[in-house]
């Protein structure tokens, strides 16, 4: 069974910038893709970036394009999201995902589509 394990989360203020990880462990499932998506309180889930483990192709939200970088260390099983110039609403919980497709993660998100995800970390911008 896939376990999904986030880390990084933390306060910063607007202009800031935060690195997230992703450690997979107890790895046997294999999905092609990985990604994170986040839920803000009272808001839905929204599909935040992903990258397919293969080819390192990779998929964002326009919300957060050219300011989120994702990357997969396959060596480590370990899935990274770079975040910089953060905003007031980029705080919510950040879950780290594995899917089918990288698009079915960023537009997607819900339990039925996804294979695994993990706890949450959660993520405060101050402005």
């Known amino acids: 069974q896939t376990r999904l394990v986030e880390s990084g989360g933390g306060s910063v203020q607007a202009g800031g910038s935060l690195r997230l990880s992703c450690a997979a462990s107890d790895y046997t499932y294999v999905s092609y893709a990985m990604g994170w998506f986040r839920q803000a309180p009272g808001k839905q889930r929204e599909g935040v970036a992903a990258i397919h483990k293969g080819g390192g192709s990779t998929y964002y939200a326009d919300s957060v394009k050219g300011r989120f970088t994702i990357s997969w260390d396959n060596a480590e099983n370990t899935l990274y999201l770079q975040m910089n110039n953060l905003n007031p609403d980029d705080t919510a919980m950040y879950y780290c995902?594995?899917?089918?497709?990288?698009?079915?993660?960023?537009?997607?998100?819900?339990?039925?589509?996804?294979?695994?995800w993990g706890q949450g970390t959660l993520v405060a911008i101050s402005a």
């Open positions: 995902a594995a899917g089918p497709t990288k698009e079915t993660i960023v537009l997607n998100p819900n339990e039925r589509a996804l294979e695994a």
